[in-house]
């Protein structure tokens, strides 16, 4: 069986640590490009100890710097290796060829292998290399992949203080950054498989708790046998998912483990599949007789790669499956009952906490007699909580309840369904917190009135704030109860049931509400560039206010341009403004949002949690949150563009189609007008292009398409510049190629699309492209 993983780890730390890193020395790469990080194996360390790590990604051979999370871990590079590619080893192939040619040419008809290499200049490094290409070749079950090719080996150091959990690394070349990847920090003693352990084991295991770090490949099983006695309550907890959530051109879209336990004799003990309620899976069982057992992993398609990495936890350590009830009332001392595995303190009491220092979840640590913990979400709230109280299975026995209430219940066992009875009337929110906490109740659920006519039904609703979920299973619906009541009948779709099928039913007012992610989670740019970000708004119950985004006391240099999400859109892009001065490190911004509640004068603020856009199958994406939202600036300064647009009022109106004109002016002198360009990257619909009068008068002519556009649609024009000059013609070079400079993006500019086209003021001074203009383009 499985278990949400948020009850395995602490939160995340919230601190970054720089380390410099000690680089081999390298060749420079061809062109700037972001260190692409797709794996770290192993993908955590015992704490207290030294390793190497391998990480696998691409244009990693500039790494300089890391990233990590938390205090603790230092790293330094060790060495960079790429393995041979097909035209490299072709290149090789075909000197040995035209060389062994070359010796029979000059006599000597039967050159050995040797002579052969040694006439053409191959070295040792390079015929290894050339087998580990055949090698790979000849795997027919291998896919090549240039994101994974590139290996960069780190010494890992970790202290022996050093916090526990899952933390994000990232590696910098010169003025670039990688994406964040998840390394963990345990308490137990870690070891590595040694392939080739598909249908015999690794060496025996003697010790408990382990951890076990692997890889699967194409159509891999790995195995892992150890000896165990009678009564032995084993759990084995599998980490594929909790270390990498989602691989962008694998279907599905992440490394799907399952595990199996046999005995001695091959016969199955137990099984655990993934994905049934929890992002991976575990299992556990008490042991059956004394005897040697074997543990299995694998993809459940048998599919397999280097980034199909998993750690994998053995032995009687303290587990949660669920806890009961999932939450508490903020103001109230509410006992929490533990049910899982190996734990000798099942209770803890939440504690009474002050308005100021309420939070929708509270982390408590229970420590268990062994010396080791478990720490567990509670999920607190301001409204009144009650239990479920059986029986109320039906209309008959249905349970009272308010609708300013929140009921944490459990669906006892197979086919159980919970009746409430809700007393008054009103417009009404419902909701099911259930799958998100980690239970595996698929919930469902039907409103009908006294008799018994239904008025509103729900199975899943898509949270997209839960990235991580794969199903979202949980419920929710809003409707109007009638004046005399209604009856409230909850499920669970799969007709399951059990201790672990909790829930926490919300039933509230609508509350209009938001949530808040910017992407990209990391930015680089140069002093004084401007940076477009993308600012995501997940809105709840209809919520369709403006939100202003501003950020929170940022150093010196630091502006928002654009900075309104308007009520009718989920996401717009923006634009961040960097310091002239570079700072020396690495800034870490924060950023709120902000809009008035639409029955209230006061503002609702929401943070605007950082995170990465990853893509799932080729298709979806989710926006997968991160630790710190990271702003590095270069000391070289981003050129200026030599112009500017004169934006007459804070938002452009704009027609549905039509045309409006913005005026240029030049900011620089001796710059040609006709040689710059304008593009617009948002929004759709609308397009940029600088146009002259032939007379030394220019404008930005936007085009719109009644077509893409719409009317009411709000957001920002993000402009982008360049200039393409050509030079001079001479005899060394008749033909000169154009030469282009970029100058990045202009502060964003609010616009609205109306339903009228507006009239066009002097429309004469600039309607046409000048000749010089054409002849650029």
Known sequence: MNRNSLLQFSPLLLTFALVTLVAAPAAAQSGAKDPHLAYAFPAGFQRGQSCEIVLGGQYLQDVKEAFVAGDGVKLEVVKWYRPMTRGEYNGLRMKLDDTRTKLMEQGNATPTEAEVVAAAGITEEQLREMEIHRVRDRD????????????????????????????????????????PLWIHVGQWAEVREAEPNDTTPDPVIKQFPIVVNGQIMPGDVDTFSFDAKRGMKLVVVASARDVIPYLADAVPGWFQASLVLTDSDGKEVAFAGSFQFSQDPVLYCEVPRDGRYTVKINDSLYRGREDFVYRLTLGEIPFVTSIFPLGAQWDEETPIQLEGWNLTQATLLTKKVTFRQFRPVRWYVVPQGTGQEVNIPVQMDLL???????????????????????????IDAPGDEDVFHITGGGRVAIEVHSRRHGSPLDSRVTLTDMRGQEIGFNDDFEDKTQSLLTHHADSHLVAIIPPTGAYLHLSDTQDGGGPNFVYRLHLRAPKPDFELRVTPATIIGRSGAIVPITVHAMRQDNFAEDIEVTLVEPP????????????????????????????KEPIVLEMNGRARGRSSSAWVVRPAVPAENMMQAFAWTHLIPVENWTVIVSGSPNPKPPFDIAVTSPTIALPRGGEVYLPVRAAAENIDLNELHVELTEPKGVTADIISDGMGSFAIQLVMDPEKTVPGQRGNLIFNAHRIVTPEKTKDNPNPKPRRTNYGSFPAVPFEIGTQTPKVPRKSSATTKSPAKRDAQ
């Not at 080996?153 to 950054?177: F, H, N, W």
């Not at 009144?384 to 219940?409: C, H, K």
């Not at 010196?556 to 717009?572: E, K, Q, T």
């Open 384 to 410: 009144t909580e009650v239990l479920e109280q059986e029986p109320n299975n039906d209309q008959a026995t249905a349970q009272d309840i308010s609708t300013r209430t929140i009921v944490n219940g459990r």
């Open 556 to 583: 010196p240099g630091f502006a928002l341009s654009g900075n309104i999400i308007p009520g009718n859109a989920d996401r717009v892009t923006m634009t961040l403004s960097l310091p002239a001065q570079a700072p």
């Open 140 to 179: 027919s079950k291998r896919q090549p992949n240039e994101q994974l090719e590139e290996e960069l080996t780190l010494q890992v150091t970790v202290a022996d203080d050093a916090p526990l959990g899952k933390r994000e690394l990232r590696l910098m070349s010169e003025g670039t950054i990688s994406n």
